[in-house]
């Protein structure tokens, strides 16, 4: 299992390090997290501005939007992934040409996905 847990770490590495390249996929969460450290210390100022229930309201419609987003992305990403990759297999549709099970496949990517 940790085997194929290195594989699939490794692919998803190459995957992205040739989309948006290695420094800009390696420094991903450094921006996530000084996007979340700006919004804690912004917020103090923002609550005396906007109350509460329409703060709340607005952070969950900002939401909504940017999962519209990525779903609607996630729907033209095979046709992206063909046209950058042409017709590259992945590691974790491979359970019909290795000896390992579709549970043991997707076990481990939502592992990945995780972490």
Do not use: C
Request: aromatic share 12%; glycine share 10%; net charge positive.
């Amino acid at each position: 299992m940790r085997e194929l847990f290195a594989v699939m770490m490794k692919e998803e590495w190459r995957l992205h390090a040739t989309m948006f390249g290695s420094i800009s996929f390696a420094l991903f969460p450094v921006l996530i997290g000084a996007i979340t450290f700006m919004g804690s210390l912004i917020l103090s100022f923002i609550g005396e501005i906007i109350p509460g229930p329409t703060l709340s309201f607005l952070v969950h419609a900002q939401f909504l939007l940017l999962g519209i987003m990525v779903g609607g992305f996630g729907l033209l990403g095979q046709e992206v992934m063909n046209r950058r990759f042409g017709q590259a297999s992945l590691v974790a549709y491979s359970s019909r040409t290795l000896p390992l099970s579709d549970r043991r496949i997707f076990t481990v990517f939502v592992v990945k996905d995780t972490v």
